[in-house]
């Protein structure tokens, strides 16, 4: 391997070659020269070289701290068109909730009219949402027109 001087690199700059690598060995070469006189000078006067830390501004400081995601509720609304086994089997398959909960759900849903069924964020809110209102008719009920209604909202 042939090993190029910094003359060599100097006269192809003169000649219209490339000289960022010339000026970025150069640098370099300033930079130590400079690191080793300020060590020199620290060890004449007896002392360890100090490490001088800048502070960062503010506003850097508040532009890296990650901002909260909102997050939204994905309520399931009460109807009388839909049976218990139903709503069971919907939040198992939508949701991924274990039989137990569901059916949890399912009674909060029949007394108090309403449910939280998932909080997340808010394209994730309206996926689910979405989803609820596709899952379709509840077979074993004769009148059932559709879908159970949910709603998101956003959580406090």
């Known amino acids: 391997m042939r090993m190029w001087s910094l003359d060599y690199w100097d006269t192809r700059s003169r000649r219209g070659g490339r ?3 010339a000026e970025a060995f150069r640098v370099c070469q300033n930079r130590a ?3 080793e006189a300020d060590v020199d000078q620290a060890a004449d006067a007896n002392e360890a070289p100090v490490a001088v830390k800048s502070r960062p501004d503010p506003k850097e400081e508040e532009r890296k701290k990650p901002r909260k995601v909102p997050r939204y509720h994905v309520v399931l609304w009460n109807d009388d068109d839909h049976t218990y086994e139903y709503v069971i089997r919907m939040l198992a398959a939508l949701f991924g909730h274990p039989a137990e909960r569901a059916l949890q759900m399912a009674r909060e849903v029949d007394t108090q009219g309403r449910c939280i069924v ?6 994730h809110a309206e996926l689910k949402r979405d989803q609820i209102h596709a899952f379709g008719r509840d077979p074993l009920v004769r009148g059932c027109a559709g879908s159970m209604t949910a709603t998101i909202e956003p959580a406090e």
Do not use: D, H
């Open 19 to 21: 000289s960022g690598a």
């Open 118 to 123: 998932l909080t997340t964020t808010r394209e």
């Open 33 to 35: 020269k400079v690191e």
